[in-house]
């Protein structure tokens, strides 16, 4: 059965890497510029340990419960984790034993609480702020948001707060493609937008130079765009079973 889902995740990858050569050929950007994150959330630590043989380095999970375990169990693998999810403040010492880049960072508490437990385990976590390109500009973002992310007004004050913390290091942004405002249904413009935001990051901070936008059904979208990171689960990995 390991060499039958073996070769799944060999052909999967296989036409990612083609999906991803393709686009950024069209756009004029070198492969180099895009490195694929693999979201292996729901996915055993087996499939882990198998994407690692076929030359994955990077990976991400959205969820502490499941994400510590799976990082310990793979912990002698050359892989740098990804902590993709909303984040509670509750969470923030187990996954800064493990992860070394938190995409999810959208408030001050966090950066907060994050720098004081990275200081505690002697780490630096890279730092992305998750931007929601889901409300109107100039309106404010409702706490209670389900997916998360800090509205592009805010998003110098977060990255200054973040620069700023011991333990942490400023990398760049996030998005997820909004399903709902004025980008819902325009993932090239809602990821242009992104871009934007980096650019004007790095007038302050110009080692904070990752993008991270775009998954299974809009990579080629993402790579357009400008990003440097693109995080796939489905296309890899499979169609997830349902939870429940």
Known sequence: MTDDRRTQLADNLARVEDRISTACAKAGRPRGEVTLIVVTKTYPASDVRLLAELGVRQ?????????????AECADLPLTWHFVGQ???????????????????????LVTALSREAVRAERELGCLIQVALDVEPGRARRDTADRGGVSPEGVAELGDAIAAAQGLRLDG??????????YAGRQLAAFERLVEISSD???????????SAGMSADLEDAVA???????????????????G
Do not use: F, W
């Not at 765009?225 to 939870?243: E, F, I, S």
């Open 87 to 109: 984040l509670q403040t509750n969470k923030v010492r187990s996954v800064a034993r493990y992860a070394g880049i938190v995409q999810s960072i959208d408030r001050l508490r």
């Open 173 to 182: 942004v996030m998005t997820v493609a909004p399903l709902a405002g004025p």
């Open 201 to 211: 990051l790095r007038a302050t901070h110009p080692a904070a130079n990752m993008v």
């Open 225 to 243: 765009a400008g990003a440097t990171h693109v995080r796939v689960g489905t296309a890899v990995l499979g169609v997830r079973p349902r939870l």
């Open 59 to 71: 990976v991400a999970e959205n969820r502490d419960q499941e994400a510590a375990g799976k990082a």
